[in-house]
């Protein structure tokens, strides 16, 4: 196991440089020229484009106002913290500010040393939501909460909960490393030699074996969970806030606010300039940066659920984190430290390839006659970045010794059915089906879909994160209802994230993410980054 680590650690040193070097198809694009943003505030000449989290959406309209008044155009592109961190690393970033949840992600991210100007806007801990009732039935209502407290409330079969992918998000990461921390008993630093123990491994994977759900994104988690039957989820407290409004709006329970004391980690929220040498954009940077750190700002800003300082909530503000669900808007947070870049990559190494709770991927792949040409050849290109694990480990996609991914090929009828278990030879079997099958016929998602749920039932699923995901680039023919049978047979929550190509129908697609809870991904400009995006939900 020592030497698998500092294998790891020596490996995870040369990752940058190669995600920075990398420019085959196995790199992600981040935003092409004349690709739409997914917010424009502002319909100014002056345009700022942002490269930022999606917990920042919340903020749009303090940017609208802003960007209103000073004649600008903000063009906001919400990705997950990490996949900004490989942005920066990239030669062309076709952006001209940064803002991910954490100065971590900039730290290690900026190897071409282009971001300037970086300034917190806000701060945010990472905490425990748990509907109330619950909580107060583990004794966690009215005192202070350690990691094992958790841990143990997991072991004890009485905890479940949702968290986002600690290799695609940041409060996954955050809480992620703030495990380690507790489980270790607060170290100075994490080292290569810690997460060598069996005993911490053990126990992280007890606590990952609580997770009902994954997510690439804490935006998408706060909706997810909205939409679902959940206990309890790990999110940022302004979310974990945003959450509670909408539950309270509704009728329902809200959630309490657990912080781990032993384990809590910050999101800093920076914002940096991207220095192109253009000094006119980063004069109207400066500015924006300077208003939205301004007192009337930062207390519109703290009406969204975020904090200022480490020291507390402004008195006028007080409301917004009512004491009654667990918020402690007087708590002095002391965040745990981050550990050093080799140590963290480690770390995100080990999570995707033996921590977490192991995935059970069904594709569902449409190699009907109109993916012929081009959309074969996107198809298998991106199949490739999942399968073959030299690539999956570029954006800590790997699989386990335990993952299952179950590979469905259908036109008008289902083709076949390939199961591959781990991450060896048969993965590279499956990826050499995937490479051998022809395209013809029709199109039907339908019938796809619902063998895949037919072979999850020789699983037991609690032992895995199970998904299905779809891709589709026409209107299918069959019917929702043989789908829609299936599902209830199965009994289980099994979210399907469909891939929309070509000329695929959205209204169908979103129909089967809805009904299970899941998302809908745009693969049109880009089916690699797609691919990628949706693996990160599970």
């Known amino acids: 196991m020592k030497k698998r680590i500092l294998r790891l650690a020596a490996a995870c040193l040369l990752l940058l440089t190669a995600l920075s070097l990398c420019a ?96 917190s806007i806000s701060i945010t801990p990472v905490v425990f939501g748990i509907r109330k009732s619950l909580a107060g039935n583990l004794g966690f209502v009215g005192r202070e909460v350690s990691v094992r407290d958790v841990l143990s409330a997991i072991e004890s079969g009485e905890l479940r909960f949702c968290m986002t992918s600690a290799t695609q998000s940041n409060s996954g990461a955050s809480a992620y490393i703030g495990f380690l921390y507790a489980l270790l008993g607060d170290p100075d630093a994490i080292t290569l030699e810690d997460l060598e123990s069996e005993t911490l491994q053990a126990q992280v994977r007890s606590l990952f074996s609580g997770v009902d759900r994954s997510s690439g994104s804490s935006d998408w988690l706060k909706e997810m969970f909205l939409s679902g039957d959940f206990d309890a989820m ?36 920076p914002l940096g300039y991207v220095d192109n040498g253009d000094d006119e954009k980063e004069a109207w940077f400066l500015a924006l940066q300077n208003y939205l750190l301004s007192e009337d700002a930062q207390s519109a800003i703290q009406r969204t659920g975020r904090r200022s300082s480490y020291t507390g909530v402004d008195a006028r503000n007080r409301d917004v984190f009512p004491e009654t669900w667990g918020l402690q808007p007087d708590r002095v947070l002391s965040p745990i430290r981050m550990p050093a870049s080799d140590v963290l990559f480690a770390c995100l190494d080990l999570y995707q390839t033996e921590l977490r709770k192991p995935s059970l991927s069904v594709y569902c792949l449409d190699y009907s006659g109109s993916m012929y040409g081009e959309g074969s050849e996107q198809l298998v290109a991106a199949m490739d970045q999942i399968l073959l694990q030299e690539n999956a480990a570029q954006h800590f996609l790997q699989a386990s010794e335990t993952e299952v991914n179950i590979l469905i090929p259908f036109e008008s009828e289902v083709l076949d059915v390939c199961t591959a278990v781990g991450n060896g030879e048969e993965l590279e079997a499956l990826d050499a089906v995937v490479h051998s099958l022809e395209t013809g016929g029709g199109t039907d998602m339908y019938a796809a879909a ?53 000329d695929a129908d959205e209204e169908q697609l979103r129909e089967l993410a809805e009904y299970t809870n899941a998302r809908v991904f745009d693969g049109r400009e880009d089916l690699i980054g797609a691919f990628r995006s949706v693996k990160g939900y599970n």
């Open 24 to 119: 085959c198809e196995a790199q992600t694009k981040t935003r092409t020229e004349g690709a739409a943003a997914d917010a424009v505030l502002g319909r100014g000449g002056k345009v700022l484009r942002i490269l930022s989290g999606s917990e920042n959406a919340a903020l749009e309209p303090i940017l609208e106002a802003y960007a209103k008044e000073a004649g600008l155009r903000i063009e906001m592109t919400y990705r997950g913290s990490l996949d900004i961190m490989r942005a920066l690393s990239q030669e062309d970033l076709p952006y001209d500010a940064v803002w991910p949840a954490s100065s971590l992600w900039l730290n290690v991210g900026d190897t071409n040393h282009r971001v300037k100007h970086a300034e």
């Open 234 to 269: 790990v999110n940022y407290e302004c979310l974990i806030i945003e959450t509670n409004q909408a539950l309270v709006a509704r009728g329902d329970e809200p959630l309490y606010v657990v912080y781990p004391y032993d384990g809590l980690s910050i999101a800093d929220s």
């Open 450 to 502: 619902a063998e895949g749920l037919r072979r999850l039932r020789d699983y037991d699923l609690a032992q895995y994160t199970p998904a299905i995901i779809l891709l589709t680039d026409g209107q299918s023919a069959g019917s929702f209802s043989e789908f829609e049978q299936a599902y209830a047979e199965l009994g289980a929550d099994v979210p399907v994230f469909s891939i929309m190509f070509g």
